[in-house]
Protein backbone atom coordinates (compact mmCIF):
# COMPACT_ATOMS: atom_id res chain seq x y z
CA UNK A 1 0.00 0.00 0.00
CA UNK A 2 1.77 3.23 -1.38
CA UNK A 3 1.35 6.45 1.30
CA UNK A 4 2.84 9.83 1.85
CA UNK A 5 5.84 9.72 4.96
CA UNK A 6 3.26 12.55 6.96
CA UNK A 7 0.49 9.20 7.41
CA UNK A 8 3.12 6.84 8.70
CA UNK A 9 3.56 5.97 12.16
CA UNK A 10 6.23 6.72 14.55
CA UNK A 11 8.96 3.81 14.44
CA UNK A 12 7.84 2.81 11.04
CA UNK A 13 10.67 1.62 8.47
CA UNK A 14 9.60 1.95 4.81
CA UNK A 15 11.10 2.14 1.24
CA UNK A 16 10.76 5.42 -0.60
CA UNK A 17 8.44 4.59 -3.83
CA UNK A 18 8.76 7.98 -5.65
CA UNK A 19 9.00 11.85 -4.66
CA UNK A 20 6.00 13.97 -5.99
CA UNK A 21 7.98 17.02 -5.85
CA UNK A 22 8.59 20.49 -8.00
CA UNK A 23 11.84 19.44 -9.88
CA UNK A 24 14.41 21.64 -7.82
CA UNK A 25 13.14 20.05 -4.39
CA UNK A 26 13.11 16.33 -5.91
CA UNK A 27 16.99 17.26 -6.96
CA UNK A 28 17.41 18.52 -3.53
CA UNK A 29 15.99 15.29 -1.82
CA UNK A 30 17.81 13.13 -4.01
CA UNK A 31 21.15 14.40 -2.91
CA UNK A 32 20.16 13.88 0.79
CA UNK A 33 19.80 10.41 -0.12
CA UNK A 34 16.02 10.30 -0.33
CA UNK A 35 15.75 8.16 -3.80
CA UNK A 36 13.37 5.84 -4.63
CA UNK A 37 13.84 2.23 -3.13
CA UNK A 38 16.01 3.54 -0.11
CA UNK A 39 14.66 2.95 3.16
CA UNK A 40 13.62 5.26 5.95
CA UNK A 41 12.62 5.43 9.67
CA UNK A 42 9.97 7.88 10.86
CA UNK A 43 11.46 8.90 13.79
CA UNK A 44 8.52 11.92 14.90
CA UNK A 45 5.77 13.61 13.54
CA UNK A 46 5.65 17.06 15.25
CA UNK A 47 1.70 18.40 15.61
CA UNK A 48 0.43 21.34 14.16
CA UNK A 49 1.95 21.29 10.80
CA UNK A 50 5.77 20.89 12.24
CA UNK A 51 8.36 19.07 11.05
CA UNK A 52 8.65 15.34 10.43
CA UNK A 53 11.68 13.94 11.31
CA UNK A 54 12.89 10.77 9.43
CA UNK A 55 16.05 8.32 9.41
CA UNK A 56 17.83 8.24 6.29
CA UNK A 57 20.91 5.68 6.32
CA UNK A 58 22.83 6.96 9.33
CA UNK A 59 21.61 10.25 9.87
CA UNK A 60 18.40 12.11 10.85
CA UNK A 61 16.78 14.66 8.69
CA UNK A 62 13.66 17.09 9.24
CA UNK A 63 11.46 18.08 6.40
CA UNK A 64 8.80 20.61 6.59
CA UNK A 65 5.18 18.94 6.50
CA UNK A 66 4.42 20.15 2.69
CA UNK A 67 7.92 18.35 1.38
CA UNK A 68 7.01 14.89 3.72
CA UNK A 69 3.57 15.03 1.89
CA UNK A 70 5.23 14.29 -1.02
CA UNK A 71 7.04 11.52 -0.28
CA UNK A 72 5.15 8.24 -1.00
CA UNK A 73 6.13 5.25 0.28
CA UNK A 74 5.52 1.65 0.17
CA UNK A 75 4.21 0.11 3.56
CA UNK A 76 3.65 -3.46 3.52
CA UNK A 77 1.94 -5.89 5.66
CA UNK A 78 -0.97 -3.26 6.99
Not at 52 to 69: H, M, P, S, T, W
Request: hydrophobic share 35%; net charge negative; glycine share 8%.
Amino acid sequence: MEKSITEIEKGLRVSIKRIELPQELRDKLYELGLIPGQEIEILQDAPLGGPVKIRVGNYCLALRKREAQGIVVEVENE
